[in-house]
Each structure stands twice: as C-alpha cells, then as structure tokens.
C-alpha cells in the first residue's frame, strides 16, 4: 500500500518534471537558429578553453609525461610546489610583486593618460592615443630594450652613465640579479597601455558633455572634484572592463622575461608562475606538475579579479 | 567671468595653471612611451659605422636604406625561399581574422538580441574566460592539439585562436545597442534569424567587425607558431626573422631594417581602424 502511494506519487512528480521538461526543450526548439549560431564558437571555445581549464585541475593529481598514461597520485604535486620546489616560492614572490605593481601602476595610469588625452583636440588626440599604445600594439618592440640597456658599453644606459662617471664598470644589466626585476617591471609598464587604455579613452568620449556644463553651474570648481563626481561614476562599466583586463595581464608576465632575460634567468631573479610553468610543461615535459602551477595560477587570476570588481562596485555605490 | 573662460579654453572647470602641468606631465610621458620606437625607426636607416659609435647616437647621422638592401639579400638566401614565410603569416593571419570576426558575431548575435536557455551561462563563461590569461591553458592544449592530429598544421595556430574571449565580448556589448526595431521590422516580412544576422546586424556592426579584427590581428602577427609549427616550410614570417636576428653582431642592421618592419605593419592598420576601434569601445564595458 506504502509502496503504491510511493510509486503514485513519484509518477506525479516525473510526470511534472517531464511538463517542465517540455517546456524547455520547447523553447529549445523554438530557438534553434539561436543555438545553430552559436555552435562554431563554442565548440572550439568548449575545445580550447574550458576543458583546458577543467583538464588541467584534473591533470594536477597526476603524474604524466606525455609518454605513458597519467597516474594518479593525489596532491603530491602542489605538496612538492610548496614544500620542495624553492623556485617555485621565487617565481611565486615575483608573481605577486609584478601584479602587485604593475597592476595598479597600468591601471591608473591607462586612467590618467586617457583622462589628459581627453581634453586635446580630436587630431592631437588620436596622435597621442598612438604614441601610447603603439608599444603594446607592436608585439615584439620590447626587444629594443636590450639594445637601450646592453651589457657592453654600445649600450645606451652604459654610455650614458660612464659619460657621466656614475659607473666606472659597464653593467650587464639583463645578467645581473639586482636589475633584473627592476628592468622588468619598468619594461611591463611601457608595454601595459593595451586594449584597457583604449576602452577609457573610448568611455571617456561617452560621458555627456552638457553634465559637465550643470555641474560648473551646480558649483564644481575645478577638474579634480569634476573627475570624482561625474567622470567617474559616468564611466564605470569601463572601469570595470579595464581592471579585468589590467588584473589579468598583470598576473602574467613571462614573454619579457624569458626573451630579455632567458629561462631560467640569473639567479632565477626574473622567473614568474607563467616561465615556471613553461619550464616544466614544454621543456621538461612535466605536464601534472605544470597543470598544479597553472591551476593555482588559474585560481589566483580568478580570485583577484573577482575580489577588485567586488571592491570597485563597492566603491561605486 | 566663467562665460568668458568657456569661450576661451572651451572647456568647463578648467584652470589654466592646471592645463599647463598636465601637458608638461603628459610630454615627459610621451617621451618616455616614444622612445624606444624612436630608436627603432632611427636604427632601421643607420649605416653600419653608426652602430659602433662611441657613445651611441639615437638619431641616424647619415640616413641610408642599406639595411634594406642586405635584409634582402639575406631573405633571398634562406633555404626556404622568404616569400614561403610571408605567405605563411599571411594565411595564419588572415584566415584566423575573418573566421574570428565571423564566429564571434554569429555566436554575439543571439546572446545580444534572443533569450533561451543557457544563454546567460554561456555568457558568463566568455567574460569568466577574461579573467585568467590563455597562457594556463597551454599544457592540455598542446595535448588536444596533438589528439586532434592538427600539430604541425596552421590549424594549431589558427584554431585556439578564433574562440578568443574578449572578442565575442566586445561584438555582443556592441550588438546590444543595435535597436530592436530594426530586427521587427524584418521578422514581419518573415525574415529567418540568418537572414536577420546576415543582412541588417552585421552590416550595422562594422566598427566593431574593425575592433576585432585588429585585436586578433596584434596577437597573431606577433606569433612564431612555437612548439607548434615544426615543419620550416609552414614556420611564420616572425619566426624568420628573429632568425636572422640571431646571426650576431653582423647583423645588427638587418635586425634594425626587421624592427621597423614590424612595429610599423600593426601601427598603420591601427591608424586606419582607429576611429572605428574607439566607437566600438564606447559600448564595451561591463555592465551589471
């Protein structure tokens, strides 16, 4: 008898559950052309970034050299990260101190330049926005800083500071572990006005013209208490944009360090979570351990983001 | 008064002490972001003496296009002939620029304009795809690559390249402004959701097909196909070139001939598209 009741009223509930179902394929079909769409995309997007994304965690626990199947071998890969790997601790330090600087440094500054920009003529301004990004646009320009700051006396830096006697001896600026993370960080500055840069000058061509004429007349005095009260605030979906990308960037040098530097760097003073990675997953061939480095790196890309789009909105509001 | 102060400066809340600083601030940083592109531009027509002066110049004495001439006769003494390398990033180039513009704004489409199940996931998932940088997905790609038998193909180049995420971000957030009006109209005459796409979205979307398009292209002229293009014939013009970079102290001329060549490709497409990249990003940001 209990079990009828059970089976009836299970039958109900499958049975709603099937209406409801109905209802979603319905508007499934209903929208096919939609799905139609968007398939290509999220194919290779399905192929190239989420089972990447969702692989690697899963790779993390394992040992695989590409040669033999992957074993299971629980967390002593980020136990070895940790615990052993000591240049992992400096790759890890240099991670945060670029992101820590360059970070907000780019961000505010991508801010300010555009903001000065703004006020400029449309002929002087597009020129200005070139000078800006082009760095960042030309991909590998940043190999003339090798040439700026070479280790023999040809080298700009060099020459300059033997003419004026601050240096007797030349400095092997890329080959000596006390400059090596300065050069860097000035290097990945020069190089960060990219797409954040041009979505606030773009952001800032957006902001009603005639708020800025109410708010002369409602007492605003001068450029500073115009930029808090009606620039901003008019501008924040940019902003938010802006830091994303910023934040995301900033968590990931390596090229610079690895084409100006080498892999590994003297004294691994250039080394980051990304050349780390590209150490083990392409040159030593060390996949579940490269997978550990890039799933925390994942995590901690992730997580700083959510954390300053939640600051920022909250700053917002 | 303040009638009078607009007039002149046109702008409102404007002090002209505070005009001054800020152009003097913004010139030192100018030169600061210019130099290093002024000393490609001047290397690039240094004859070879002036590479060896002591101390170095910045600006080139005696302007020469002999780098050129000696680029030249190095490409044509490649074992692979030079135009082989060209055509190979012309290919990676071009293919993975319009494939991207097109999937992009097909799969934008939909996610702008259509509500039906799993479009708010899907979306979310691109604008999660921003927050980590392509780079932690590099060892299981290789991997997939390798499984889809594509390495050593332009198709490993091309293809984790066209689901780029900020690419579809950028087309949806413009798509959005797109009046609805427009797409009625055209479903009145019974229009299917393709015909719509294709013939009144997209051709009201061509600032941002420009945006993409030089997104795209800046990340893939850069590329030198490495750990992926084995085969030399296939090997992209960048990788050529920082081979005979490598040559040595010989080469220093060419080296600076080959840095002019590849700033100024990306600079001048950015010239052109300027106007429309900028109208694109107006609606890019990232709303609640």
């Known amino acids: 008898m209990d079990k009828e009741l059970v089976g009836i009223k299970s039958g109900v509930s499958s049975n709603a559950g099937r209406k409801e179902k109905a209802g979603l394929w319905e508007r499934i079909k209903r929208n096919k052309a939609c799905y139609v769409m968007l398939a290509p995309y999220f194919i290779l997007f399905f192929l190239f970034t989420v089972l990447p994304v969702l692989s690697s965690m899963v790779l993390s626990l394992c040992y695989f050299n590409m040669l033999q199947p992957p074993t299971f071998i629980g967390l002593e890969n980020y136990a070895k990260l940790f615990l052993e790997d000591d240049i992992f601790t400096i790759a890890v330090k240099n991670t945060l101190l670029f992101a820590i600087i360059t970070g907000p440094v780019s961000y505010f500054a991508c801010f300010l330049f555009a903001w000065i920009i703004n006020d400029f003529g449309p002929k002087l301004r597009s020129f200005l926005t070139v000078i800006f990004y082009a760095p960042s646009l030309c991909g590998n320009a940043y190999f003339v800083w090798l040439l700026i700051f070479s280790g023999d006396r040809y080298g700009y830096a060099n020459s300059f500071l033997l003419h004026l006697g601050l240096i007797t001896n030349e400095i092997n600026w890329f080959k000596d572990g006390r400059y090596i993370m300065p050069l860097l960080i000035i290097i990945q500055l020069w190089l960060s006005l990219g797409t954040g840069f041009l979505v606030f000058i773009a952001g800032l061509q957006t902001v009603d013209r005639t708020q800025y004429e109410a708010a002369a007349i409602d007492g605003i005095r001068n450029r500073w208490q115009e930029l808090w009260y009606i620039t901003l605030p008019a501008m924040k979906p940019q902003l938010l944009l802006g830091a994303v990308l910023q934040i995301t960037q900033s968590f990931a040098v390596s090229d610079i360090s690895i084409n100006l530097c080498g892999n590994p760097s003297v004294n691994y003073a250039g080394t980051t979570m990304v050349t780390h990675l590209i150490d083990y997953g392409t040159i030593r061939f060390e996949m579940g351990y490269a997978s550990a480095i890039a799933t925390i790196l994942f995590l901690l890309m992730v997580l700083s983001n959510k954390l300053v789009n939640w600051l920022l909105r909250r700053v917002a509001d | ?288």
């Open chain 2, 1 to 288: 008064m303040r009638k009078k102060h607009k007039m002149e400066v046109h702008k409102v809340n404007r002090s002209r002490g505070g005009n001054i600083a800020m152009f003097i601030f913004l010139a030192i940083m100018a030169a600061f972001m210019a130099f290093p592109l002024v000393m490609i531009i001047n290397n690039a027509f240094k004859p070879l003496d002036e590479y060896y002066k002591m101390p170095p110049d910045i600006f080139v004495r005696h302007p020469t296009l002999e780098n050129f001439q000696t680029l030249g006769t190095e490409m044509s003494d490649s074992w692979v002939p030079f135009s082989r390398y060209i055509m190979n990033t012309v290919i990676i180039v071009v293919v993975g620029v319009v494939g991207h513009v097109i999937l992009s704004s097909m799969a934008a489409y939909p996610l702008a304009k259509r509500k039906f199940p799993g479009s708010k996931i899907l979306f979310n998932m691109v604008v999660l795809s921003l927050m980590f940088s392509p780079v932690v997905t590099s060892v299981p790609n290789y991997i997939i690559i390798s499984k889809l038998g594509i390495n050593n193909t332009y198709l490993a180049v091309i293809l984790p390249a066209l689901s780029s995420g900020l690419g579809l971000f950028i087309m949806k957030q413009f798509m959005e402004q797109i009046p609805d009006s427009l797409m009625e109209s055209a479903q009145l005459d019974g229009a299917s959701e393709y015909v719509i796409f294709w013939r009144i979205v997209m051709p009201n979307v061509k600032p941002a097909w420009l945006t993409l398009g030089l997104l795209q292209f800046q990340a893939l002229w850069g590329t030198s196909g490495a750990g992926f293009l084995r085969s030399e014939e296939l090997k992209p013009f960048n990788y050529a070139l920082t081979q005979i970079v490598q040559g040595g102290v010989s080469r220093q001329g060419t080296a600076g001939a080959i840095g002019l060549i590849t700033i100024s490709v990306p600079i001048i497409i950015f010239l052109i598209t300027q106007s429309n990249v900028i109208e694109t990003m107006t609606t890019s940001g990232m709303k609640d």
